[in-house]
């Protein structure tokens, strides 16, 4: 089946660092990859799509100075939350399409800024 | 944009009873309804879906219903047992499959 790795699982980092979130597509290749973020027992908001080789196109309110994304290759989007704040403490998950199987998700990013 | 409302918020059933959740969206040129179990802090997991040109598809014990004119899908679980207690979230992609816009979440709980 297709299979989304996501890393890390968990990150807890100080007040005005950045992090990196890794999103992969492990055994097909994703031109279009999505980022959700999921505050607790909430759904999942859309926050961009990112598209290999061009700009990730953001939902409205997002920051996109503040959510970086870079989808550099067929298999690898990553998402950089930048000068983190605990507001921005969330579940952050990604999803990309497989032609056969459908939407995957990733297993997701529990974030906490302190 | 996209609005996908989710209904009921919580809902408690029997052993073996059935549980409704029902999903209404905005946006007309939304054409693939997919329905996703998450269990807590795993992924969601896609349990069925369905495309704007069918009523209603089943899948063994699941079942979705789609109201294209009254803009309303349903996802329709028979003889519930306790490892379908988890969070469902429905959710509507306007582009036929790319974006995907989620409901708030059902979380449903089935007591023996």
């Known amino acids: 089946g297709a299979v989304v790795s996501q890393h890390p699982s968990r990150v807890i980092c100080k007040s005005g660092t950045s992090v990196k979130i890794e999103c992969r597509s492990l055994d097909f290749q994703a031109t279009t990859m999505f980022w959700y973020r999921q505050f607790p027992k909430q759904s999942l908001m859309l926050m961009a799509t990112?598209?290999?080789?061009?700009?990730?196109?953001?939902e409205q309110g997002v920051e996109k100075d503040k959510f970086l994304i870079n989808h550099a290759s067929l298999t690898l989007s990553t998402l950089t939350v930048t000068s983190a704040h605990p507001e921005d403490s969330s579940f952050y998950i990604c999803s990309a399409r497989e032609r056969s199987y459908g939407y995957t998700f990733g297993s997701g990013t529990r974030l906490t800024v302190v | 944009g996209e609005n996908v409302e989710q209904h009921p918020s919580t809902l408690s059933v029997q052993e073996g009873d059935s549980a409704v959740i029902k999903c209404t969206y905005s946006?007309?040129?939304?054409?693939?309804f997919p329905w996703y179990k998450q269990e807590l802090g795993k992924r969601p997991q896609l349990i069925i879906d369905i495309r704007s040109n069918v009523g209603e598809k089943k899948d063994q014990r699941i079942a979705v219903t789609l109201n294209k004119t009254a803009k309303h899908f349903s996802l329709h679980i028979t003889e519930t047992q306790p490892e379908d207690s988890a969070v469902y979230f429905c959710?509507?992609?306007?582009?036929?499959?790319?974006?995907?816009?989620f409901g708030t979440g059902t979380s449903l709980t089935v007591i023996p």
């Open positions: 959710a509507a992609s306007p582009q036929g499959g790319n974006q995907f816009y």
């Open positions: 990112s598209n290999e080789g061009s700009k990730a196109t953001y």
């Open positions: 946006d007309s040129a939304s054409n693939y």
